[in-house]
Nanobody
Framework: QVQFVESGGGLVQPGGSLRVSCAAS????????ILWYRQAPGKAREYVAT???????MYADSVEGRFTVSRDDVKNTVTLQMNNLRPEDTAVYLC????????????WGQGTQVTVSS
């Protein structure tokens, strides 16, 4: 079954850093884009960042300048480096693939929990 497995979440203090990863069970080099989303309790899923097949990146305004997305096509992994974390960044972080129309391709996985709290 095609899927992503997210990992690396945890508890961090405000201002701290955390790196979460998204491992694919297939070759990602042919995927148009890999997207990161997050979902806080009681809230809708929120877009976070994109990395395209060519390596171009895009970010939500709320994380621009603090988060960095990268990809490793040898390991079929996408990583989200999160710096200067804020309590409002607390959420379950999920990844998925998108086609050329940026339509999400696969069922969502369980994600990885990131909690920012003192």
């Amino acid at each position: 079954q095609v899927q992503f497995v997210e990992s690396g979440g945890g508890l961090v203090q405000p201002g701290g850093s955390l790196r979460v990863s998204c491992a694919a069970s297939f070759v990602i080099s042919g995927i148009n884009a890999i997207l990161w989303y997050r979902q806080a309790p009681g809230k809708a899923r929120e877009y976070v960042a994109t990395i395209t097949r060519s390596g171009a990146t895009m970010y939500a305004d709320s994380v621009e300048g603090r988060f960095t997305v990268s990809r490793d096509d040898v390991k079929n992994t996408v990583t989200l480096q999160m710096n200067n974390l804020r309590p409002e960044d607390t959420a379950v972080y999920l990844c998925n693939a998108a086609d050329s129309d940026y339509v999400i391709q696969f069922p969502w996985g369980q994600g990885t929990q990131v909690t920012v709290s003192s």
